[in-house]
């Protein structure tokens, strides 16, 4: 069995970065945990104080958890490499220090998003700016909101790719009392789970913030798993994922929970604020505005019908108010619920 990693990078320092980063320092305590962080500021206080004030407040970080804002000092030697920065700037930031990786380490993408112009999953765009292997690739979702897994609150999780020894090595490097992972070999469905339920969340949001009721937000969640899991079968990916923890259970999460992101921008939304104004008020990206437009071309390239992300982005794009939503679903032709 192959040892534990010693040291461990994280790239992006942003709420699911650290805590990510504090997951794997609280399984290890031994193991070297460097975050990159883009801002000073930011590095030193996670060096110095333990803490990440600006997305996680006071909560105090492992002291094996270290930052800096030097990219190839952090992945300097390390064999784990966790990703988790803006989806839309993953191919830059790659770009920029992926020289800098060790070769043989194995990449982890934490980004729920496909990148615009290519519609290109997180590990599709790893795969063609890294001359890496298949078999260093994986991803961890499910429903992990950030805040409640760096307080400690128990949830589980999903580390998926094709290589099962490789995640099996990466889910006994995350195991506190508090993270459960379970170990799948879909990494596309795995991946298009997280992408989808973040344009369902902006849909639920948006209800949200019309005042609309829990039937109708129910509604949108489980239609929104039927179109989710439409697409994830086209590209490859198995109905049974949609039903685990990183389809239902994480769409569960973002569009149930007040500190989902793109739920939150949903309802900022639907209280009549402008893609603008939304940005000001958050001080992190709700992915499924940036990602919606792609999933709905990938969606249409695989002839996939995905009314609501349909309807999401025509609403963030300016096509129709937030008032004709609703009725862009309710006016659609009668059919079975049955999948076929």
């Not at 650290?18 to 031994?30: E, G, I, Q, R, W």
């Not at 990159?36 to 590095?43: I, L, M, N």
């Not at 739920?263 to 992190?284: C, F, H, N, P």
């Not at 249409?300 to 982005?313: D, K, L, R, S």
Request: charged share 20%.
């Amino acid at each position: 069995m192959k040892a534990s990693p010693q040291r461990i990078a994280v790239m992006g320092s942003g709420s699911w970065g650290t805590t990510f980063a504090k997951v794997l320092a609280d399984s290890d305590p031994t193991a070297d945990v460097v975050l990159w962080a883009r801002r000073a500021e930011v590095a030193t206080e996670i060096s110095e104080l333990h803490t990440n004030s600006t997305y996680l407040g006071d909560l105090p970080l492992p002291a094996n958890i270290t930052a800096s804002t030097d990219p190839a000092a952090v992945l300097a030697g390390a064999e784990l490499v966790i990703l988790a920065v803006p989806a839309q700037s993953l191919r830059q930031q790659l770009t920029e220090w992926g020289k800098a990786v060790e070769p043989g380490a194995v990449l982890v993408s934490l980004m729920k998003g496909l990148e615009r112009g290519t519609d290109l999953r997180m590990t599709e765009v790893i795969a063609q700016v890294l001359p890496v292997d298949q078999s260093q690739l994986a991803v961890v979702s499910g429903p992990n909101l950030a805040k409640e897994i760096a307080r400690g609150e128990p949830t589980g999780s999903v580390v998926a790719g094709s290589d099962r020894d490789t995640v099996e090595w990466i889910a006994r490097a995350c195991t506190p009392s508090y993270f459960r992972p379970y170990t799948n070999s879909d990494i596309v469905g795995v991946e298009i789970g997280g992408i989808v339920k973040n344009v369902i969340a902006l849909a639920v949001g948006i209800c949200d913030g019309m005042g609309m009721g829990d039937n109708t937000k129910a509604t949108i969640i489980t239609r929104g798993l039927a179109e989710t899991t439409r697409l994830a079968t086209a590209l490859g990916g198995s109905a049974e994922t949609m039903a685990g923890l990183a389809g239902l259970g994480d769409l569960v999460a973002t569009c149930s929970s007040p500190l989902s992101r793109n739920r939150t921008a949903g309802r900022l939304i639907g209280e009549g604020k402008t893609l603008e104004q939304v940005a000001q008020e958050m001080t992190q990206v709700a992915e499924g505005i940036k990602s919606g437009a792609a999933v709905l071309d990938l969606a249409a390239n695989h002839g996939v019908e995905m009314p609501i992300t349909q309807a999401v982005v025509a609403v963030i794009e300016g096509k129709v108010g937030v008032s004709s939503m609703a009725r862009m679903l309710l006016e659609r032709d009668l059919k079975s619920e049955e999948i076929h």
